[in-house]
């Protein structure tokens, strides 16, 4: 790879003010690198706070979305194991007791013995919490597609997500 220098686009951006630091006490290194997960570190960051904002009036956070959402998106009976929620989350499965127990509390899900395990429990989406993420989904997407709309074409949000699953595909 070749040494980096910021391409068409915005003017400046922070990130680039890093690659110039680092190009005034190390011009031998290669920065693309930085500038691209810079980026994504930096987009993440601030897309996470945009849609937790758009999440609160539904009562919930991002912790709790991803586990309701998680099971709303399973399908009827909106059912899953404590294990297969964290797997599916890339948590703990202390984390997950954690979140379950908060759930729980709210009334947004119930947890019963695994009728084919008795070791085992399932987690079940309550009505309400159905709603509610049905709702705070759309209002988070439209968070996420206003920040796109705003920069990108479709065709180039489109060519970002194939080129985003590409990477994401050799370093997963």
Same mark, same amino acid.
């Given at each position: 790879? @070749?040494?980096?220098?910021?391409?068409?686009?915005?003017?400046?951006?922070?990130?680039?003010?890093?690659?110039?630091?680092?190009?005034? !006490?190390?011009?031998?290194?290669?920065?693309?690198?930085?500038?691209?997960?810079?980026?994504?570190?930096?987009?993440?960051?601030?897309?996470?706070?945009?849609?937790?904002?758009?999440?609160?009036?539904? %009562?919930?956070?991002?912790?709790?979305?991803?586990?309701?959402?998680?099971?709303? #998106?399973?399908?009827?009976?909106?059912?899953?194991?404590?294990? @297969?929620?964290?797997?599916?989350?890339?948590?703990?499965?202390?984390?997950?007791?954690?979140?379950?127990?908060? $759930?729980?509390?709210?009334? $947004?899900?119930?947890?019963?013995?695994?009728?084919?395990?008795?070791? %085992?429990?399932? !987690?079940?989406?309550?009505?309400?919490?159905?709603?509610? !993420?049905?709702?705070?989904?759309?209002?988070? $997407?439209?968070?996420?597609?206003?920040?796109?709309?705003?920069?990108?074409?479709? @065709?180039?949000?489109?060519?970002?997500?194939?080129?985003? #699953?590409?990477? $994401?595909?050799?370093?997963?």
């Amino acid at each position: 790879m @070749e040494k980096h220098t910021p391409g068409p686009g915005p003017a400046h951006d922070p990130v680039d003010a890093i690659i110039d630091q680092w190009a005034a !006490v190390r011009p031998d290194l290669e920065t693309l690198p930085m500038a691209v997960f810079g980026r994504i570190y930096r987009l993440a960051a601030a897309m996470r706070g945009r849609v937790e904002k758009a999440y609160a009036p539904y %009562g919930m956070g991002l912790g709790e979305f991803d586990v309701l959402g998680t099971l709303r #998106r399973s399908g009827e009976p909106y059912t899953l194991s404590p294990r @297969e929620l964290a797997a599916t989350l890339m948590i703990t499965t202390g984390g997950m007791t954690g979140r379950l127990d908060k $759930l729980e509390k709210a009334g $947004l899900l119930s947890r019963s013995p695994d009728p084919n395990d008795r070791r %085992g429990l399932r !987690v079940t989406l309550s009505e309400h919490a159905r709603e509610l !993420v049905d709702q705070a989904v759309g209002a988070g $997407l439209a968070q996420q597609r206003a920040a796109l709309e705003s920069a990108l074409t479709e @065709e180039e949000a489109e060519q970002l997500a194939g080129l985003l #699953r590409k990477l $994401l595909a050799t370093t997963a």
